[in-house]
Structure formats: C-alpha cells, structure tokens
C-alpha cells in the first residue's frame, strides 16, 4: 500500500486547508483510514478516521466541529477539511489505513503509513 498525502502548506490563524491522501491499492478502499499528526516534540496522536463506507467517523476532541474526514472511494482518496486553524494545528499530518474496516483510534490499529505534510498555522 503507497499512500501519498498532499494539500499542506502556510496558513494564517483562522485560515483553512484541506488535505488529500491518494492511496495506490484499490483493495485497500475496503479498510478504515484515518489522519495523525506530530508536532515538533511531541508525540503522534489521533486526529480523525473514517470507516470503510464513510458511515462511521471519529475526530479527537481538539479538532471536533473545524476538521472533517471523508473519502472517495471510487477515488480511492482520503480527506481532511481543516477549517478556523489554530497554531497549535501545526505539525507534520499523516494519513494511515487500519488493519480492518473499522475507524480506529489508536495508531496500534494502523498497518500503513504515508510520508506526511506539514502544516503551519501562523498567529
């Protein structure tokens, strides 16, 4: 599975973006997907995940009602609308598929991993 993620840049506070994770094994269209970030020092965590259908979503609480997570499965594409962005929003976002169908939360749950995008908010 190749996953190549896009759609980061320089954004000021407030500003929005969206990200886009194209993934190159069709097969893979049938696993859950979601989105991870890592700011400098710090470590990995949960952003969003979606379902094999796009039924069932999970976005952490620090991005709930600004970030959505969706995806095209005839594309086979992820998405991540980042809207109001705060600086505390910057970090390198990474889109990952899950070893099943479902969205999980935990990065355990996740067996592939794109390079990642960086993303930077300013004030």
């Known amino acids: 599975v190749q996953l190549q993620a896009s759609g980061g840049g320089l954004v000021q506070a407030g500003g929005s973006l969206r990200l886009s994770c194209a993934n190159s094994?069709?097969?893979?269209?049938?696993?859950?997907m979601g989105w991870f970030r890592q700011a400098p020092g710090k470590e990995r965590e949960f952003v969003a995940s979606?379902?094999?259908?796009?039924?069932?979503?999970n976005h952490a609480e620090s991005v709930k009602g600004r970030f959505t997570i969706s995806r095209d499965r005839a594309k086979n594409t992820l998405y991540l609308q980042m809207n109001s962005l705060k600086p505390e929003d910057t970090a390198v976002y990474y889109c990952?598929?899950?070893?099943?169908?479902?969205?999980?939360?935990?990065?355990?749950?996740?067996?592939?991993w794109g390079q990642g995008t960086q993303v930077t908010v300013s004030s």
């Open positions: 990952a598929a899950a070893r099943g169908a479902w969205a999980p939360t935990t990065a355990r749950d996740y067996t592939y």
């Open positions: 094994r069709r097969t893979s269209s049938n696993n859950g």
């Open positions: 979606i379902n094999w259908n796009g039924g069932d979503t």
